[in-house]
């Protein structure tokens, strides 16, 4: 009985861990879309302030805007960079490579965002743009397509073709392999990109 109640006990404790990892990257998703939308939704939000009677108004509404649309970007990208090891891949059926290619192309998106002001250097808020917007593609074909591609049920049943089954092949804990060798590739490539975004944290600091 006892040893049941261990064993019960650890799939209790497991299940939970692969739920918050799996709330967590819901969470960088929602934020990653919520910055992305936001950034395009600048030049409508600018107008909207025309719109308010009250000064203290638009200000509490631009204060409220620049926090959701600048910070859940950074958000995401600190959660996403957490979810991105070997033991958690094992575990949870992340999309590759799209997931941390997406969170790459998120990190080169946001050295752009703090190396210059986007409001005046056109080039730079170009650049940004396409990068964010291509992060938010690559996101979202991983996670519509790899991760919740066809189900368990589909494939038994023989409903799902050679396309989904591929697919489904592309989850982080279905093929170790594919696993390993992306984290191997991409984590440098992250570790660059979180030292460049902390130096111009800095230099923008000092300024």
Do not use: C
């Amino acid at each position: 009985m006892f040893i049941e109640g261990e064993i019960f006990k650890n799939a209790i404790s497991k299940s939970f861990e692969e739920w918050t990892i799996i709330s967590f990257y819901n969470v960088s998703l929602v934020l990653l879309f919520l910055g992305l939308i936001f950034h395009h939704a600048t030049d409508f939000y600018k107008s909207s302030l025309d719109n308010f009677k009250i000064k203290l108004s638009g200000e509490n509404w631009a204060i409220l805007f620049f926090i959701i649309r600048d910070f859940s970007l950074f958000a995401a990208f600190g959660i996403s960079i957490l979810l991105i090891n070997p033991d958690m891949f094992a575990d949870i059926k992340f999309p590759l490579p799209f997931f941390p290619i997406g969170v790459i192309l998120l990190g080169i998106a946001l050295i752009y965002k703090l190396k210059g002001d986007l409001e005046t250097n056109s080039k730079h808020r170009k650049i940004f743009n396409i990068f964010l917007l291509l992060s938010g593609m690559v996101q979202y074909f991983g996670f519509v397509f790899v991760m919740e591609a066809a189900a368990k049920e589909w494939v038994s049943s023989g409903v799902a073709g050679t396309f989904w089954n591929s697919l489904r092949n592309l989850r982080s804990n279905l093929n170790p392999a594919l696993s390993m060798w992306t984290f191997y590739i991409t984590f440098p490539v992250l570790l660059i990109i979180l030292l460049i975004m902390l130096s111009s944290g800095l230099k923008n600091k000092k300024r």
